[in-house]
């Protein structure tokens, strides 16, 4: 099992930045796939970004594309999500999460069986 620790979230206005963080310790980190998901009150959690082992490959949620960036660096056991233009609607609980098995993205939750306490971001003015 890998120990995922977020941090980064907090207050901030319609059209601010935010980088979030997620340390990985314990088991292996840089062979696995990684995801961000978030959840809101009230709401299912939903997938945001995914990004493969290598970095190669990344994918986004249609509702962040564009405005948040995914990314790792694989000496750190440190994933990223790099969150600009930030609405009101991106309020919510940010997870991120280790893949079960395999290097590749994926948005599909159940693939994930490593989880973070999450972070939360509020988008307020």
């Known amino acids: 099992q890998v120990q995922l620790v977020e941090s980064g979230g907090g207050l901030v206005q319609p059209g601010d930045s935010l980088r979030l963080s997620c340390a990985a310790s314990g088991r292996t980190f840089s062979g696995y796939g990684m995801g961000w998901f978030r959840q809101a009150p009230g709401k299912e959690r939903e997938f945001v970004a995914s990004?493969?082992?290598?970095?190669?490959?990344?994918y986004y949620a249609d509702s962040v594309k564009g405005r948040f960036t995914i990314s790792r660096d694989n000496v750190k056991n440190t994933v990223y999500l790099q969150m600009n233009s930030l609405k009101p609607e991106d309020t919510a609980t940010y997870y991120c999460a280790r893949r079960r098995s395999g290097s590749r993205t994926s948005s599909d939750s159940s693939d994930y069986n490593d989880w973070g306490q999450g972070t939360q971001v509020t988008v307020s003015s």
């Open positions: 990004i493969a082992s290598t970095s190669i490959t990344t």
